[in-house]
């Protein structure tokens, strides 16, 4: 190996790395506000460029019905949950309407827009909203109800809610893969390498986006919330901060990140319905690498998830996946030994 | 042994029914779907005891399946090794796998072993997929069928007798561990580390140790399954089918052995369905069932966590331990102090907190036979001058001599090995076992049989030992009528009177109690006042933490008084009552 493919390798390593990270802070965002291990996090990815990709071909995509379905079955356990509290018809029926109506608007939206061929940049903005407003349905059927259960149980929960998410994406998408058209057809050469434009497109994506959440956690109200129910849910709840709507926003901005990462990966390798998985996954090392703890901590082990992973392809291109995801044993084996207690808080 | 219990009366009748069955004219068909049923279950057996008792799990089980199918299918393909042998080599690799990956990631909180075990189990399934020697993702063919004594057991209803040999092997293995020394241990880990190190078990240990166990029941099933079905490829070992794992487990009952089979039976008949009705349904083929899985598996555990096996546990009767311990030996006592000898030593221990001092070079002696209190208003330190002596917390300073033994810096469990017993301020027991079998935990330091014998069933002798000196305890403090009720239906006062005997149990050279006396009624304060008074009488030394300045008063020789960390004065009730200080500290001052 000479200078110049190491370099290539190494750009190539850092723009997936860009998107790992990006997946990686998501996880770490989830699992501190909400002790959800989210695993089903990469099925945001694969169905935020499929979910363009199927609009591309001016058809409405599946996505679309499903989001649908979801908010119903959201509406209704909302509308029964405040029947159940409050015993009032209006009430119920307007808790059970504000769940519908982000989801039906964007459902609306995009089933006007799919025929039409609007520009791509429409079109993937849609695509973005859609896949948001899975976020908080997901969080509000599978987990809000089980918010206190151990970790463990919500785990097992974030299985179930892969398969069924995995399962659901071939119903809609079909076993066939898709590619997105690059957003810009841009190529600069310096020297041996060359850069693209999709690679910038990701690079600046993933920065802004870590800088925006960098000052949404600083700078308001929200965003502290978030952070004081990471540190103690009780005392945040105790605060007037809902534990619940903490949860839904969570989710929500997972779901964003998610959906934007698809639209990032969309244009450089071609996006299968269980392709999120494993992308997820890689995210997820980086945030081990992080102790599911740190920003910081995931942005760096997303990085060298994405190097290790372009030079084990390299040299051993069967084998990357296996170099990738056992690498999380040496990780985890350091982070025994560097934090020796057990912290058992079911 | 309990000769009434209808899980064992469930045993013998599955050990009836399965030659039955082989023997009855059922279609070869349905004999395969019961082979399969065998082989996930004893897979599912593993994950009973991991997560359905230990609290832990595992997404790899699938991986270690796949452990035991290659290891035999190459074995025997490329070298002829006889498949007995190889199941031994597979066994072996597996567990060298599990240790490594129990060692690794135990020691860390909870969430770290599925993680750890997903990326193991994709790095398994893609390396299988892609070494040359393995076939590559097509796999190994041409395995050949098991026999014994030459005859053929590889196929139809040999197979089915052998697999559920092997399921009904385990599955009475389990039943034992459960109910052993070493199974107690295990039950004790879902309640916190806390508990159960202070009983002398060390958690780490344990939990590595079922994980082997899972591993290793895995891995059995992944040999039948290769010499089943005469070919390997990674498909059926990917993290797919390891999550399917734990859903059949968790369907069919997480906590509970009868779960683990309902769960694959119950599995296997419904993928069968699904894959032939959904793609029917949907118009194109794929794996659809998946979708069904997932939602299946999210309502099972937000409505009925416990499995459909749960319905039927909580109609079969409950039937009372066979006291048959009566001529049992007593178990060995350790040499006791003798009267007056200085037992503990408190010199100067600190402990600061950042900016806080907790503890400021507190000192104070405990003689044998001895019952001091430990009192002081809230915030004054008591617990964690508790947590200091018993070795939940180290020391900033100072030293805590115990039977003329540094014990500052040494873990807890370590501690209560050396003869110190607790009790816990808050409860920590086990709720769904017994009255006995919780004391029984106390006495953890004073058995030896391992796992191994409690599974060969090899440890009946100690075993009765132990319930003989819980029983004894038990009666000691006036619980003996409560021996077999589950110690989650006791009363608040009952369970504090449990944790005393449990305590007692470890046969101590000092009783430490924490608030024995919160959250009690009247009465129970003074059925507690009254085994206090008891204690006392028969020469225990004891060190009670306590609030309720009745109880210290009436029972205690002599009280240490705290107040902001540091010891404000020590004496008889007497003198303490008098003393101005300590008014002052309780009851503010005048100005």
């Known amino acids: ?346 | 042994m309990a000769s009434l219990d209808p899980r064992r009366y469930g045993l013998a009748a599955l050990a009836a029914a399965v030659p039955l069955a082989a023997v009855l004219p059922l279609p070869d068909f349905w004999i395969s779907q019961l082979s399969y049923i065998g082989l996930y279950s004893l897979t599912c057996l593993g994950l009973v005891l991991l997560t359905g008792v230990g609290g832990l799990t595992s997404f790899g089980q699938a991986a270690f399946v796949g452990i035991g199918a290659y290891t035999t299918a190459w074995l025997t393909v490329n070298m002829g090794v006889a498949p007995w042998i190889t199941l031994l080599i597979g066994l072996a690799i597996t567990a060298v796998s599990a240790l490594v990956i129990g060692v690794i990631t135990l020691r860390m909180s909870g969430h770290y072993l599925p993680l750890a075990t997903i990326a193991w189990g994709l790095s398994l399934y893609y390396l299988m997929g892609n070494i040359d020697a393995l076939g590559k993702y097509d796999g190994i063919l041409g395995i050949r069928s098991l026999s014994l004594f030459g005859v053929d057991l590889g196929q139809g209803r040999g197979f089915f007798l052998l697999t559920w040999a092997f399921v009904l092997a385990a599955a009475i293995a389990l039943l034992h561990l459960l109910d052993s020394r070493s199974g107690r241990a295990i039950r004790a880990l879902r309640s916190g580390a806390l508990m159960a190190e202070s009983m002398g078990i060390s958690t780490f240990r344990y939990k590595v140790t079922i994980f082997v166990i899972a591993a290793l029941f895995a891995c059995i099933s992944g040999w039948l399954f290769a010499h089943f079905q005469r070919t390997v490829n990674p498909s059926a070992f990917g993290l797919k089918m390891g999550i399917e794992y734990l859903f059949m487990t968790v369907v069919g009952g997480v906590g509970h052995v009868w779960g683990a089979l309902t769960g694959a039976a119950l599995t296997k008949l419904l993928d069968d369905q699904l894959q032939v009705l959904l793609p029917r349904l949907i118009g194109t083929s794929g794996s659809y069932e998946v979708i069904v899985f997932g939602i299946a598996l999210v309502l099972m555990l937000k409505y009925q966590p416990d499995g459909l096996w749960d319905f039927v546990e909580r109609r079969l009767p409950r039937a009372n331990r066979a006291v048959d311990w009566a001529d049992a030996p007593a178990l060995a006592e350790r040499a006791k102090p003798a009267h007056g000898e200085l037992v503990l030593d408190v010199k100067k221990v600190r402990k600061v907190f950042g900016g806080l001092v907790a503890v400021n070079d507190i000192s104070f002696q405990i003689r044998a036979g001895e019952l001091v209190g430990l009192i002081g208003p809230n915030g004054a330190g008591k617990s964690t001058t508790f947590n200091l002596i018993t070795g939940v917390l180290a020391p900033t300073r100072g030293s805590v001599l115990f039977r003329g033994e540094e014990m500052a810096g040494l873990a807890s469990r370590d501690i209560a090995r050396k003869g110190m017993a607790r009790t816990f301020q808050h409860v920590k027991m086990i709720p769904d076992m017994t009255v006995l079998e919780n004391v029984a935990l106390g006495a953890h330091t004073r058995g030896h049989k391992g796992v191994l014998s409690a599974m060969a069933w090899l440890d009946t002798a100690e075993e009765r030992a132990l319930f003989k000196e819980a029983q004894r305890q038990l009666e000691r403090i006036g619980m003996a009528p409560h021996l077999h009720e589950l110690a989650g239906n006791l009363a608040m006062g009952q369970q504090r009177l449990l944790e005393i005997a449990r305590a007692l149990c470890a046969d101590p050279a000092l009783l430490l109690l924490d608030e024995p006396a919160a959250g009690l009624r009247h009465k129970e304060k003074k059925a507690l006042a009254e085994v206090l008074r008891q204690l006392q009488r028969e020469g225990v030394s004891i060190l009670l933490v306590e609030h309720d300045m009745d109880l210290v008063m009436e029972v205690c020789d002599r009280l240490v008084v705290m107040e902001f960390g540091t010891l404000l004065m020590e004496g008889t009730p007497a003198q303490v009552q008098q003393s101005p200080e300590v008014r002052a500290a309780y009851l503010g001052t005048e100005h």
């Open chain 1, 1 to 346: 190996m000479d200078f110049s493919i190491a370099s290539i390798l190494l750009l190539d390593g850092v723009t997936n790395g860009a998107v790992y990270a990006l997946l990686g802070l998501a996880t770490v965002l989830v699992f501190t506000v909400t002790r959800v291990i989210f695993i089903p996090q990469g099925e945001f990815v694969a169905y935020g460029a499929l979910t363009l990709a199927i609009l591309q071909t001016g058809k409405i995509p599946g996505t679309v019905w499903l989001l649908l379905i979801l908010a119903g079955v959201a509406a209704l356990m909302d509308t029964a949950g405040e029947w159940r509290r409050h015993g009032s018809a209006g009430g119920a029926l307007k808790a059970g309407l504000r769940t519908l109506a982000f989801p039906v608007l964007a459902a609306a939206l995009t089933a006007l827009a799919a025929p039409r061929q609007l520009p791509l940049a429409v079109q993937a903005l849609l695509s973005v909203a859609i896949v948001t407003a899975y976020g908080p349905l997901v969080y509000r059927v599978a987990y809000q109800s089980l918010a206190d259960a151990s970790s463990l149980v919500l785990l097992i929960v974030s299985v179930g809610v892969h398969f069924a998410m995995t399962g659901l994406g071939l119903l809609f998408f079909g076993a066939e893969g898709y590619r997105n058209p690059a957003f810009w057809d841009f190529r600069l050469s310096l020297g041996p390498i060359t850069v693209s434009g999709q690679a910038i497109i990701i690079a600046v994506a993933s920065l802004a986006l870590i800088t925006m959440l960098w000052l949404f956690f600083e700078r308001t109200l929200r965003g502290k919330s978030l952070r004081a129910t990471a540190v103690n849910r009780l005392g945040a709840r105790l605060m007037g901060i809902s534990s619940q709507s903490a949860g839904q926003l969570t989710f929500a901005m997972a779901a964003l990140i998610g959906a934007l990462s698809g639209l990032l990966i969309g244009p450089t390798t071609t996006v299968f319905y269980d392709s999120g998985f494993l992308i997820g996954l890689k995210g997820f090392v980086a945030a081990v690498v992080a102790g599911l703890a740190s920003y910081p901590g995931a942005l760096l082990g997303a990085l060298f998830v994405g190097v290790i992973e372009s030079f084990g392809s390299f040299w051993a291109s069967a084998f990357k996946e296996v170099i990738v995801f056992t690498l999380i044993l040496p990780v985890l084996l350091v982070r025994s030994l560097t934090s020796a207690h057990s912290d058992e808080d079911h």
